[in-house]
């Protein structure tokens, strides 16, 4: 009988040893099949998740930031242990304790699966990270396996802070929202030093339902959440019990409940220079490592004056759309049930597709009509209180359009309002209607020194319309190009002193004869070079051009950046070919900065996200910057290995000519600083697009302005009268803050005075309105009373303006200083061919 027994259980044992051999065998077959092939867990150790690249200005404040996942990467010795510990007790209580898996959670979470209870997870945190790192996220035992293996794997391959570290910044936490750091920005727009021990909980208990745990629409939810993590840190011995009772009880407060500030709210508005950085990043970078390299970039940007392009151009836009006459809107309209109650108009408004981010004397508010009649309309205005005045708008409102307000608006109609404030104090006058003007334009601001762009504009709102027109419109340049024609003929032995002869002028075309004119549709004669450029001479332009041969200017052009190949046509030397206003103005300060090549630039320098400098815009060296100490008042020397474009007297002589563009030419009245000033203004055939450029010593700026569709801006639309005003404004402001003098006289030349209007030589003591101290080189002894004129004839009976006539039948055009001038009306008329500039 015992011998029975004994072989009875000792079968039972052999079984049971054959059996858990047999078991032993087959989970290291399996562990042993599905750990062939697995993704290499060691490339976790260099793995740099995407984070948000950030743009700061010149103060070093956050002005714009751009991702695909918002995630701010921290290391782990820069995480709070409240944090660590708050995601440990709600994920992984036994996290510094197990090996990659953790056995008895697993049974724990079977045992209550097999009991009828909730089936949860039993991943620890290694297991996480591999599960989002390296594998799939599907519900299968494959995955759950090598999501087993993968954990051992790692824990023999990092430290458990490298693992935490890794899921930390890797989880998703609602709101668009990756890791721990930017998830505190956004609940709470705090760092994690910050957090107090609710708002820490709060976080460790997103990542199982971040989207069910929302702190204002689960409210109750996501306070049982917070306070069961709160309950596992206290029992674990991360916090106190006073802790662990004052936060259970504190209430949740967010930045989604309006009781913190958004981090997003305190950034600028987006505009055009940003985005023209993200544009050009992303060409240079790959936009892929832009959104997601955590770069850090320093623009150039200069706020102050940014703000001041933006108000200047959208004053000059909205001035002339409202000259016009013609109320357009917004173009949007609620329907009858969304007026149906404040709430609902507000919910509408606040859900139309219209720009927010306009401020012109005072913030443009969306407003919806509730009422109108012939004497007022009654508007429900966006983002305004119960204690913001009446929103009421009187038919005087509307006078400048002719018509009264029952034909203009309707209930329902969607318009901008803002409040019309008095200059003095900024006090309350009444709310008056505004709309987006249909005219654009661009503005830009650099410095000719290091190509620094200081502002940019690239329309009236970047919100209504984010084409940027200074970098990415291509328009004719018209007159305002005629500076690289003349830069070519000086460097080709001419003088400003140098006569062309203005005259009619026929060329044969493929397209028919071409026959230019001047704007003013009347010929001069021989003319000296300078009153030429400061007239703006189309036919002596042209002249010139053919004497040069047009295959220099295009090579001038394109030597300046203006043009990548410019067509050898003579049309296209009264600027008919088009290019931007970015590379116009970059060119123009190679005019300002003596003739040195410079590369414009809206960022200084960026770096990748460990401090790595990636790109530096300022490639001079600095000689002695090592040095320890340095003589009393000897600055540091620096050395510029720029490329010389052109000639610096060249450069200076063309200034000069310039300035008397500015002084007495299309510019005169308009253009009006405290320092020397130099430009060329610009119009195209029937004004389809105005310019002007111009610079100081230290700062080069240019405004264009036109419809995107091109057509023409009026009879009254001048490059002087329209763009004049943009600069002269903006300069203003400039030369206030950043100064400006004398431009730079070259070694090499001297000074000869000459007749302003026979180019005749004069007497060194001469004086008058006729005289004019002009730069010569040395060793050339300039040639006068020699004409030059293209090949082209000249009639002997041509009628010529004569000396001290003046130019009759002009519009008058107010500037920017209160004054007035006269600009001529006549057009020319350049039959079929487009000629590009005009005036």
């Given at each position: 009988m015992l011998r029975f027994i004994l072989s009875f259980f000792g079968a039972i044992f052999s079984a049971l040893c054959i059996g858990a051999l047999f078991a032993a065998l087959t989970v290291g077959a399996i562990f042993w099949m599905y750990g062939r092939d697995l993704p290499n867990h060691e490339q976790l150790a260099q793995y740099t998740p995407p984070t948000i690249s950030r743009i700061y200005s010149g103060e070093g404040r956050i002005i714009d930031e751009f991702a695909e996942e918002r995630r701010l990467y921290a290391p782990a010795d820069e995480i709070p242990d409240l944090v660590k510990h708050a995601f440990i007790s709600a994920e992984d209580k036994n996290f510094y304790n197990h090996k990659g898996y953790d056995l008895r959670g697993m049974i724990a979470a079977a045992i209550q699966a097999a009991q009828g209870g909730r089936l949860r997870g039993a991943s620890t945190i290694p297991q996480q990270v591999v599960k989002n790192f390296l594998l799939s996220s599907d519900r299968s035992a494959e995955r759950k396996i090598k999501e087993l293996i993968l954990?051992?794997?790692?824990?023999?391959?990092?430290?458990?802070?490298?693992?935490?570290?890794?899921?930390?910044?890797?989880?998703?936490?609602?709101?668009?929202?990756?890791?721990?750091?930017?998830?505190?920005?956004?609940?709470?727009?705090k760092t994690l030093a910050e957090l107090s021990p609710a708002e820490?909980?709060?976080?460790?208990?997103?990542?199982?339902?971040?989207?069910?745990?929302?702190?204002?629409?689960?409210?109750?939810?996501?306070?049982?959440?917070?306070?069961?993590?709160?309950?596992?840190?206290?029992?674990?011995?991360?916090?106190?019990?006073?802790?662990?009772?004052?936060?259970?009880?504190?209430?949740?407060?967010?930045?989604?409940?309006?009781?913190?500030?958004?981090?997003?709210?305190?950034?600028?508005?987006?505009?055009?220079?940003?985005?023209?950085?993200?544009?050009?990043?992303?060409?240079?970078?790959?936009?892929?490592?832009?959104?997601?390299?955590?770069?850090?970039?320093r623009a150039t940007i200069d706020p102050e004056m940014q703000k001041e392009a933006a108000l200047a151009l959208q004053e000059q836009l909205e001035q002339y759309d409202r000259g016009l006459g013609r109320w357009r809107g917004?173009?949007?309209?609620?329907?009858?049930?969304?007026?149906?109650?404040?709430?609902?108009?507000?919910?509408?408004?606040?859900?139309?597709?219209?720009?927010?981010?306009?401020?012109?004397?005072?913030?443009?508010?969306?407003?919806?009509?509730?009422?109108?009649?012939?004497?007022?309309?009654?508007?429900?205005?966006?983002?305004?209180?119960?204690?913001?005045?009446?929103?009421?708008?009187?038919?005087?409102?509307?006078?400048?359009?002719?018509?009264?307000?029952?034909?203009?608006?309707?209930?329902?109609?969607?318009?901008?309002?803002?409040k019309m404030i008095t200059d003095a104090d900024g006090s309350f006058i009444r709310w008056t209607l505004r709309q987006v003007p249909e005219v654009e334009g661009g503005f830009m601001a650099m410095d000719v020194k290091n190509g620094r762009v200081l502002a940019m504009q690239g329309g009236f709102s970047y919100q209504h319309s984010v084409f940027n027109r200074a970098t990415q419109a291509t328009r004719q340049p018209g007159s305002s190009f005629k500076p690289f024609v003349y830069a070519a003929a000086l460097d080709s032995g001419f003088s400003p002193a140098t006569i062309v002869v203005d005259a009619p002028i026929e060329v044969n075309t493929p397209q028919g004869v071409?026959?230019?004119?001047?704007?003013?549709?009347?010929?001069?004669?021989?003319?000296?070079?300078?009153?030429?450029?400061?007239?703006?001479?189309?036919?002596?332009?042209?002249?010139?051009?053919?004497?040069?041969?047009?295959?220099?200017?295009?090579?001038?052009?394109?030597?300046?950046?203006?043009?990548?190949?410019?067509?050898?046509?003579?049309?296209?030397?009264?600027?008919?070919?088009e290019t931007t206003l970015f590379k116009m103005v970059a060119a123009y300060a190679m005019f300002a900065n003596g003739g040195e090549r410079v590369e414009?630039?809206?960022?200084?320098?960026?770096?990748?996200?460990?401090?790595?400098?990636?790109?530096?815009?300022?490639?001079?060296?600095?000689?002695?910057?090592?040095?320890?100490?340095?003589?009393?008042?000897?600055a540091p020397h620096i050395v510029s290995n720029r490329e010389r474009v052109m000639n610096a007297i060249t450069a200076y002589q063309l200034t000069s000519m310039m300035q008397?563009?500015?002084?007495?030419?299309?510019?005169?009245?308009?253009?009006?600083?405290?320092?020397?000033?130099?430009?060329?203004?610009?119009?195209?055939?029937?004004?389809?697009?105005?310019?002007?450029?111009?610079?100081?010593?230290?700062?080069?700026?240019?405004?264009?302005?036109?419809?995107?569709?091109?057509?023409?801006?009026?009879?009254?639309?001048?490059?002087?009268?329209?763009?004049?005003?943009?600069?002269?404004?903006?300069?203003?402001?400039?030369?206030?803050?950043?100064g400006g003098?004398?431009?730079?006289?070259?070694?090499?030349?001297?000074?000869?005075?000459?007749?302003?209007?026979?180019?005749?030589?004069?007497?060194?003591?001469?004086?008058?309105?006729?005289?004019?101290?002009?730069?010569?080189?040395?060793?050339?002894?300039?040639?006068?009373?020699?004409?030059?004129?293209?090949?082209?004839g000249m009639g002997s009976n041509l009628p010529l303006?004569?000396?001290?006539?003046?130019?009759?039948?002009?519009?008058?055009?107010?500037?920017?200083?209160?004054q007035t001038r006269t600009i001529p009306k006549s057009r020319a008329s350049f039959g079929s061919l487009s000629s590009g500039g005009l005036y």
């Open positions: 954990s051992v794997r790692l824990e023999n391959t990092l430290s458990k802070d490298k693992i935490l570290e890794l899921y930390l910044n890797e989880i998703y936490l609602g709101q668009n929202t990756y890791g721990v750091a930017a998830a505190a920005q956004t609940y709470f727009n820490a909980a709060y976080l460790g208990a997103l990542p199982q339902r971040p989207a069910r745990t929302h702190p204002v629409r689960d409210r109750e939810f996501a306070i049982s959440r917070r306070n069961y993590v709160l309950r596992e840190m206290y029992e674990n011995g991360y916090i106190t019990e006073e802790q662990y009772r004052e936060a259970r009880v504190a209430p949740l407060l967010s930045v989604q409940g309006g009781d913190y500030d958004s981090f997003s709210a305190q950034l600028p508005p987006r505009d055009y220079f940003t985005d023209e950085i993200r544009r050009q990043l992303s060409r240079d970078f790959g936009e892929g490592e832009f959104f997601s390299g955590g770069m850090s970039v917004t173009g949007k309209t609620l329907p009858e049930e969304a007026l149906a109650s404040e709430e609902a108009w507000r919910d509408g408004l606040a859900k139309a597709d219209v720009a927010r981010d306009i401020f012109l004397e005072s913030e443009w508010h969306p407003a919806v009509v509730l009422e109108v009649s012939d004497t007022q309309a009654r508007l429900g205005i966006d983002g305004v209180g119960d204690d913001a005045p009446e929103p009421v708008v009187p038919a005087e409102d509307m006078s400048w359009t002719g018509k009264s307000l029952t034909a203009l608006l309707e209930r329902g109609d969607i318009v901008y309002v803002r071409w026959r230019p004119k001047n704007s003013s549709n009347k010929y001069y004669g021989p003319t000296p070079l300078r009153t030429g450029i400061e007239q703006s001479r189309n036919l002596m332009t042209v002249r010139l051009a053919e004497e040069v041969g047009m295959d220099t200017v295009a090579r001038y052009a394109e030597r300046f950046g203006v043009y990548d190949n410019m067509g050898r046509y003579l049309a296209n030397a009264l600027g008919s070919e414009p630039t809206l960022v200084d320098r960026v770096q990748d996200r460990y401090g790595t400098t990636l790109y530096n815009h300022d490639q001079r060296d600095c000689l002695d910057c090592d040095v320890a100490s340095l003589p009393a008042g000897e008397g563009v500015v002084q007495r030419g299309t510019a005169s009245g308009v253009v009006n600083l405290p320092v020397p000033v130099a430009g060329k203004t610009g119009t195209t055939n029937d004004a389809k697009d105005v310019w002007f450029i111009g610079f100081t010593s230290n700062i080069v700026a240019g405004c264009y302005i036109g419809h995107d569709t091109p057509r023409g801006l009026g009879r009254g639309a001048y490059g002087a009268s329209l763009c004049g005003p943009v600069f002269n404004q903006f300069m203003q402001k400039a030369t206030a803050k950043y003098g004398p431009f730079a006289v070259p070694p090499g030349g001297r000074f000869i005075k000459i007749d302003r209007f026979t180019g005749a030589r004069l007497a060194d003591d001469a004086s008058g309105d006729n005289v004019v101290s002009e730069y010569f080189r040395l060793g050339e002894e300039p040639i006068f009373g020699v004409a030059f004129d293209g090949g082209f303006f004569a000396r001290g006539e003046t130019e009759q039948g002009g519009s008058e055009v107010t500037t920017s200083s209160g």
